[in-house]
């Protein structure tokens, strides 16, 4: 006997409909009011909306207008004040022309000269010196003993080596040893500045072959 099998029919499979997003979904307070219209007009008389939720929406609806006023004011001012700022920036550098300034930095210019100085802060009471020159491609040129380096804002002639160095911009290093215990030295780039450059993050300050940020400035030491 052969048996026949059955096989139940596929239960159809039922596709929920796609919801899709039309217009701006932000509501404004103009299409806030168009709903609130139309709500009204279109409520049952027999059993009009609630007057009490009404009230309820429109302070949310009000509360919620206002802190978007105060935001786009706030912006408005944050746009003000960074104008202003950059105005001053601008100002304070155009100020330094001709001036010689002290930034944060390491940036030596040596002339050929023989009147170079290099600025520093010194921790504490100080110690023994040596100075250590980088050219501009961060070679390292030589470590010279300067003697004794006293705390405070400190000058050290460049003569102090004993080297003749080639004219040109390099970096320096000046490490202080009091003892056999390392001290903090804060290094300063001295600049006699003759132009200003204006980037994208500010205005900055042009010596020679130097370009130094306005906002690494420290101090204005000199007509």
């Given at each position: 006997?052969?048996?026949?099998?059955?096989?139940?029919?596929?239960?159809?499979?039922?596709?929920?409909?796609?919801?899709?997003?039309?217009?701006?979904?932000?509501?404004?307070?103009?299409?806030?009011?168009?709903?609130?219209?139309?709500?009204?007009?279109?409520?049952?008389?027999?059993?009009?909306?609630n007057?009490?939720?009404?009230?309820?929406?429109?302070?949310?609806?009000?509360?919620?207008?206002?802190?978007?006023?105060?935001?786009e004011?706030?912006?408005?001012?944050?746009?003000?004040?960074?104008?202003?700022?950059?105005?001053?920036?601008?100002?304070?550098?155009?100020?330094?022309?001709?001036?010689?300034?002290?930034?944060?930095?390491?940036?030596?210019?040596?002339?050929?000269?023989?009147?170079?100085?290099?600025?520093?802060?010194?921790?504490?009471?100080?110690?023994?010196?040596?100075?250590t020159?980088?050219?501009?491609?961060?070679?390292?040129?030589?470590?010279?003993?300067?003697?004794?380096?006293?705390?405070?804002?400190?000058?050290?002639?460049?003569s102090?080596?004993?080297?003749?160095?080639?004219?040109?911009?390099?970096r320096?290093?000046?490490?202080?040893?009091?003892?056999?215990?390392?001290?903090?030295?804060?290094?300063?780039?001295?600049?006699?500045?003759?132009?200003?450059?204006?980037?994208?993050?500010?205005?900055?300050?042009?010596?020679?072959?130097?370009?130094?940020?306005?906002?690494?400035?420290?101090?204005?030491?000199?007509?």
């Open positions: 006997m052969i048996a026949d099998t059955l096989s139940s029919p596929l239960e159809p499979t039922v596709q929920p409909p796609s919801v899709q997003s039309f217009g701006n979904p932000s509501l404004g307070k103009e299409e806030f009011l168009t709903l609130l219209v139309a709500q009204l007009k279109n409520q049952d008389p027999l059993s009009p909306t007057p009490e939720e009404m009230a309820a929406q429109l302070a949310q609806f009000s509360s919620l207008e206002q802190l978007i006023q105060v935001n004011k706030l912006e408005s001012q944050d746009v003000a004040s960074s104008a202003m700022a950059g105005a001053l920036n601008n100002t304070a550098a155009v100020g330094v022309l001709g001036k010689t300034v002290l930034a944060s930095g390491d940036l030596l210019t040596v002339t050929g000269a023989g009147d170079e100085t290099i600025t520093v802060g010194v921790e504490g009471t100080g110690g023994a010196g040596t100075l020159l980088y050219d501009d491609n961060g070679v390292r040129v030589g470590s010279y003993p300067v003697g004794p380096v006293g705390g405070g804002r400190q000058e050290i002639e460049l102090l080596t004993g080297e003749d160095f080639i004219p040109g911009d390099y320096y290093e000046l490490t202080v040893t009091n003892g056999d215990q390392p001290v903090t030295v804060q290094t300063l780039t001295r600049a006699r500045i003759d132009g200003v450059r204006y980037g994208p993050t500010g205005p900055v300050l042009v010596s020679g072959g130097l370009e130094i940020p306005l906002a690494s400035v420290v101090e204005i030491i000199s007509e």
